[in-house]
DNA sequence: ATTTACTGGACCGATTCGGTCCCCTATCTT
DNA sequence: AAGATAGGGGACCGAATCGGTCCAGTAAAT
């Protein structure tokens, strides 16, 4: 359905928390499971993941917990999909060579590579941080596409 | 991993096909497996699918078989995808209330709702036909979005 | 009546998803 | 040094989905 995981979700849901405080604050896996309301296990896993992604730097022992490592506004959503569900290929013919075993045949691989492209240079064009904030919403050329579409439907 | 399924992506090569064929031309299963290198089974059933969503109209009996029921230049992508995997909702959250039991914490709500859009958009702005015929890529915001991704990368 | 071909749905193995658990190691505090 | 705290790594599990097959039924042509 395309859709991407609910635990990716969630792990955006946690950086995102993390944006909305200071630069460099450290929050532990407690923490943020009680302001998310979201199981522990769960945010520690995903966690997990985003220190292993380089996109928290994680801190042991007592005291210890995440912290953000980069600039919210330096981070796109694109990057985050690529760390937590492992790269945006919309089929695996997309992906490359190889994937599919009837590459030759196929009329319609070409054209989708140029979407998935779009897709994401779409996803490549929001941030962290505008997730973050609400308000401008600078997604590229949905006013043209939406009325393309609405042309369209005519 | 933001994919849509294998199966959809054999529907839409089916369909493509019957693009690429005179308007109202009819062929049956066993033509389209031939012709697709995809086993018989498959193909029933994503025909099946495609007749059901009311994107071909099927002709039972000896003679029988499948013909496009719309004009390729005025199907989408988008609808596509639609009809071939109930809809586009990037998470469950997106899809509507109710999905998730904390959307009144959760901030990114809102913001995902906009890229949700924004791909939707895009998968909307490209059909059929254009799928078919290569070159002309009228892609929304490609080379802005991706000059604007370029710039980010910096 | 026979043959062709779509229809509807059951069905199955394999993979992924969503989520939990446990043991280990690192660090801070006392 | 001892104890408490907190992350790291990974196994693990049930449930859902995916990719694909199969078959009994029905409509149409000849
Ligand atoms: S290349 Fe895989 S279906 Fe087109
Ligand atoms: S509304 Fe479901 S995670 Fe945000």
Redo the contacts with the bound molecule.
Sequence with gaps: ?L?I????D?GIVLLARFAQEPAGTT??????AETTA?????V??M??TL??AELLR?????????SLLRDPADVTVAELLEAL?GGVALM?CTAGPGHCDQEERCTVREPWQRINSTVLAALANVTLAELVKPGSAPLIGIESASSAAAQRAE
């Design positions: 359905m859709r995981s609910k635990l990716t969630y929050l532990n896996a407690r923490e943020m979201l199981p522990m296990p769960v520690s896993k966690l997990k220190a292993g994680s801190q042991r022992g007592s005291k210890g917990g995440y569900e695996d």
